[in-house]
């Protein structure tokens, strides 16, 4: 029994691939590589090696060029690899060429994962509702749809001569087409639960809602316990958190709406973002926003940047925002020394001087400074919700203003 336990948590070993190119410098790309090893690990793979090469643009056939295609097989091969998982979208025709490079035998040993897919088996995984369940469904089918050739890759096998052509295409075929009725049919069962959404949403009255946006694994979820005083699933993991979660709360003596919502990232597969339509219902009908933001992170920028690029997909960059800068206990720096004459960068800064940076000066109501984990500053983040809370509550029972 114990013997068959281990051998049931075996973790799969996994390479990743990335590319330096014109639109992706070295930087860029191992910062983009640690989030796909983190990606990788939460799936539940280990990363033994990365790969990258510099090039101007993706080789149109294999992603990588030939000589280093070359380098990526005879690693694997030597090594045992399980799978291979590739910075961006790979096209269907590139998948196919290079799983035909990995795997020379009969029987496909080396699994080909793109980012796209990864991202897919990762909110499979962490799907538990009925609702993310039909919505990550739907989002598999719609990228298996294109890349249907390389499931029958036993057909091609046959052999050619009379009565030896076409069942390879007819299978194809029938399967696309059964793929076709079962994307229909998700979409029906995904308009009815959104009504049933909605409906929700709207015999919740007409209490502020507040939303917790930002980047995966920036402590929302952490948050959201914390405010609510509830038990919200969180881990150390990209995407914890896939179902909306909805907690009525009292800032003071005002009642409002706190919501969860599943996190960004960077190249979210658009089935994920027209899937997860009626999740981000919950952010577009929010009457405040409160974009958390993990400040330890040396990208952190650049996942703002992210989110509001994605808020402003769907209408709600606009909205009264809150910027909180969480993980304040795990922000560290590197003193620059006077002799170097690189450009100085935000991982130079101290929690002092990015303060008296645009963060700071964005505005006082809007940016706190936290720790969630700590509980650094949570009052104050009360206080400050409380404030902006209240003004929309007052506007809209102005017959509750004894209350104040």
Known sequence: MAQNIETAHITERAVLVGLI???????????????LA?????????????????????????FVG????DEIVDYVSEHNIDMVIFDDELSPS????IERSLNTNDDIKVKVLDRSSLILDIFANRARTAHAKTQVELAQYQYLLPRLTRM?????????????RGPGESQIETDRRIILDKIALLKKRLEKIDKQMATQR???????????????????????????KSEVFAEDKLFATLDTTVRKIVLHNVPCLLSDTVGFIRKLPHQLVESFKSTLDEVREADILVHVIDISHPGFEEQ???VNQTLDDIGCLDKPTLMLFNKIDAFSFEEKDPDDLTPRTAANDSLDDLKKTW??????????????QNKTNIDMLRDRLYAMVKTIHAERFPYDNFLY
């Open 202 to 228: 709207g015999n919740r009255g007409q209490l502020v809602r507040v939303a917790l946006v930002g980047y995966t694994n920036v402590g929302k979820s952490t948050l959201m316990n914390l405010l609510s």
């Open 66 to 69: 030939s000589g280093k295609l």
């Open 38 to 62: 983190f990606l990788a690990e939460t799936a539940g793979a280990e990363t033994v090696k990365r790969f990258v090469q510099k090039i101007d643009t993706p080789h149109p056939r294999t």
């Open 94 to 97: 590139q998948l196919r060429n």
């Open 304 to 306: 703002i940047a992210i």
């Open 152 to 164: 029958w890759t036993h057909l091609e096998r046959q052999k050619g001569g009379i009565g030896m």
């Open 359 to 372: 963060m700071g000066r964005a505005g006082e109501d809007g940016v706190l400074f936290i720790s969630a």
């Open 21 to 35: 190119t014109q639109h992706q410098d070295d930087e860029h790309l191992k910062a983009y590589l640690d989030e």
